[in-house]
């Protein structure tokens, strides 16, 4: 089974949380992909969904699947996205996609966080992965400073603007030993937007595809 198999197959085992009349959060990325896909094939049992990103909004309406407003529905009972890194508890790495800050809205929006991926996104800590931060344009060098000053390597991801109008840095060389204190810290640099690490609100179930099947944690 490759990748892309192992992610549609834990896309797939996702469609189990989903209960009649639910409006659902909607990730992004190739595994939200799949999902979103795979939702098209029972969207008359649900209301409607809020989208991550505008690539899933547009997606999602490709298969007639209607796109709420965040700010008219309220909370959500349910958000299903992927994750760049996930460990056993159930921390993970977001936003190689770009679009971390709109999924941690819908993430901390949500009852339940349903995380799906191919296994070899699990990992014992966080950090192989750079680390991305949405950062305001104007506070890119004095950010990327910061975290030099904390021995991390900022790269500007080159020619990516946000669906909010902002920038990357993808963060190298930093040591994640302690998630919520350091999502803690990263976030308090003027400027940040939003660190890619969801710890603070981690996801409830993550659901891994492998070659041995479909693995759920929780
Ligand atoms: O955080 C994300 C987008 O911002 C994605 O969930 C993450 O990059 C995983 O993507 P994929 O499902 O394509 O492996």
């Known amino acids: 089974m490759d990748q892309d198999a192992m992610k549609k197959a834990a896309a797939e085992a996702a469609l189990s949380y989903i209960e009649n009349g639910m409006i659902v959060g909607i990730g992004t990325g190739s595994t939200a992909n799949h ?35 965040l700010n008219s529905v309220g909370q959500l009972p349910l958000y299903v996205d992927g994750a760049d890194e996930a460990t056993r508890q159930l921390y993970l790495i977001k936003g190689g996609g770009g679009a ?51 021995g ?31 999502e803690t810290e990263l976030n308090m640099i003027p400027g940040v937007v939003t660190v890619g690490i969801f710890a603070a609100r981690p996801a409830d179930v993550l659901i891994l595809g492998t070659a041995e099947g479909v693995k759920t944690l929780s």
């Not at 966080?126 to 305001?136: D, H, N, Q, R, Y």
Request: glycine content about 8%; aromatic content about 6%.
């Open 35 to 69: 999902f979103i896909d795979l939702l098209a094939g029972i969207k008359a049992r649900i209301d409607g969904t809020v989208a991550s990103s505008e690539a899933s909004a547009q997606r999602l309406r490709g298969h007639g699947i209607p796109v709420l407003d």
């Open 100 to 150: 971390l800050t709109r999924e941690k809205i819908l993430a901390g929006a949500s009852d339940r966080f349903v995380c799906v991926a191919d296994g070899s996104k699990l990992v014992n800590y966080l950090g192989k992965f750079p680390l991305p931060l949405e950062v305001i344009p104007m506070a890119r060098s004095f950010v990327a400073r910061e975290l030099v000053k904390r």
């Open 152 to 182: 991390a390597r900022p790269v500007l991801r080159d020619g990516f603007t946000t669906d909010n109008g902002n920038v990357i840095l993808d963060v190298h060389n930093l040591e994640i030993m302690e998630p919520v204190a350091l």
